[in-house]
């Protein structure tokens, strides 16, 4: 149990739909991630937020939209994605003392993405 | 941009054996995290390191922070079929900066 829960587990949607992945921490952490893993790549950071507020978007395309409605909630909006977008997407927490974040983070185990 | 090299890329080793896997970087870190990535799940952290020359060890997991504060390595002494999975080394670039990752040492043990 990490304290980070994401839903839904697996996902298969099509390139003209719209679905969101949801991420909660259960840590009183401050620093919400969105992470990328691609097969064989280094996992690549996403958003951050820090006290809901945006704090990194390392050039993620458009039809990918985080919202930070609080600090134990994290989504990511999905449309028209693209087959290459297929991956697992990873949410992560850490205590967050600054912009960014550099403490421990702590991860979800994941949302396995499918495009068709 | 900055990269952390992870050796092996993979292992395949015999139940019972030591392993031992490194992290290098051109640059230096201030902290070096270890996490391991079981099949479907997200990273679990492992160890935490802070301080250069610092020597952690977690059950049959040991880790070291390198003096020069460029590399860390960890071990895992009498490999067991549960240890199986990718081994990430972790560390934020510098300042306030996210973490960087390395690309992994992917775990096979035969029993």
């Known amino acids: 149990e990490t304290g980070v829960t994401q839903t839904p587990r697996h996902l298969v949607m099509g390139m003209t739909n719209k679905k969101s992945l949801k991420c909660e921490q259960h840590l009183g952490h401050n620093a919400m991630y969105w992470y990328k893993q691609s097969a064989k790549k280094p996992l690549e950071l996403m958003f951050v937020?820090?006290?809901?507020?945006?704090?990194e978007n390392n050039s993620v395309p458009s039809r990918f939209s985080p919202e930070c409605p609080n600090s134990s909630h994290l989504f990511l909006h999905l449309h028209t994605l693209q087959p290459e977008d297929s991956a697992l997407y990873l949410c992560a927490s850490s205590q967050g003392e600054g912009p960014g974040g550099t403490d421990t983070q702590y991860f979800g185990p994941g949302t396995r993405l499918t495009v068709l | 941009g900055q990269q952390l090299n992870q050796s092996p890329q993979s292992m395949f080793i015999q139940e019972g054996e030591d392993v031992s896997m490194n992290c290098t970087s051109s640059s230096i870190f201030n902290t070096w995290l270890w996490y391991k990535q079981e099949p479907g799940e997200g990273p679990v952290l492992l160890i935490a390191?802070?301080?250069?020359?610092e020597l952690t060890s977690n059950g049959r997991l040991t880790a070291q922070f390198g003096i020069t504060r460029k590399d860390s390595f960890l071990n895992i002494s009498a490999s067991i079929p549960s240890d199986v999975g990718i081994y990430f080394c972790?560390?934020?670039?510098?300042?306030?900066?996210?973490?960087?990752f390395g690309k992994g040492t992917r775990l096979s043990v035969i029993a």
């Open positions: 390191l802070y301080k250069a020359g």
């Open positions: 937020y820090s006290l809901e507020e945006r704090v």
């Open positions: 972790a560390g934020p670039h510098s300042g306030n900066t996210p973490l960087v």
